[in-house]
């Protein structure tokens, strides 16, 4: 028995095949995430990968089907070029057709451009998808906490280094590096930047309790005004 030749070409079509169907499920799982502030904050995941997982591989994965692509039209060069041209002349019996198929692709382009419907309502509707998810409340008043340093972020809390240290003990957490990013230590304790805020929640001074407790009243109070 023969020793079986690697199929170049049926490599780089089937290549095309798994980076498409790749794309399309990351872009339908990406149509439907929740925002970035929820998703950081909380640690969202789908089949154990989070939102930055997720988006990383629907480009990585865009980037390798174009280069497969580009493959596949290298090794079929001289097929599709003659194929293009038999295509033009019969396409100049099928003028209407021609005319009526880029005139569509036109008003789509323009369409999404401009946001008219139905193409608004897609996105309108991804966006509705989006903000079903529970936002989570329990977020500290700061912006974007979770990129803070641990440093910073219970110097906004108004937490002594001591006292988050033996909060987060007590949790099984110990901090290595005040420098380290809250997202980064929440990673790699396995638990959600929103959980290592609950754990130093009760070293929060009185004054800044009340604080964050008016900017939830507010935030409560906008939701209802902003559905």
């Known amino acids: 028995m023969g020793r079986r030749i690697f199929k170049f070409r049926a490599f780089i079509s089937l290549s095309i095949l798994w980076s498409f169907l790749i794309e399309a499920i990351s872009g339908i799982v990406l149509y439907v995430t929740p925002v970035g502030r929820v998703a950081n904050w909380t640690n969202w995941k789908f089949w154990g990968l989070t939102k930055q997982n997720w988006e990383a591989v629907h480009t990585i994965f865009g980037y390798v089907f174009l280069l497969f692509a580009g493959f596949h039209i290298y090794n079929n060069w001289n097929a599709i070029l003659n194929y293009v041209k038999k295509r033009i002349k019969q396409n100049f019996k099928m003028r209407v057709e021609l005319i009526t198929s880029f005139l569509l692709a036109i008003c789509i382009f323009l369409g999404v451009l401009v946001n008219i419907p139905p193409f608004s309502s897609i996105m309108n509707f991804g ?93 409560d109070v906008d939701s209802t005004k902003n559905p």
């Open 127 to 219: 966006d509705t998808l989006k903000n079903t998810w529970p936002e989570n409340r329990n977020q500290p008043f700061l912006v974007r906490p979770e990129k803070l340093s641990f440093e910073r972020f219970i110097k906004e809390l108004g937490i002594p280094i001591e006292k988050a240290n033996d909060l987060l003990k007590h949790n099984g957490i110990y901090i290595r590096e005040r420098s380290q990013l809250v997202q980064d230590i929440a990673k790699k304790n396995k638990v959600s930047p929103s959980d290592i805020y609950e754990m130093l929640k009760p070293g929060i001074p009185p004054y800044l309790q009340k604080k964050e407790g008016r900017l939830a009243r507010k935030n």
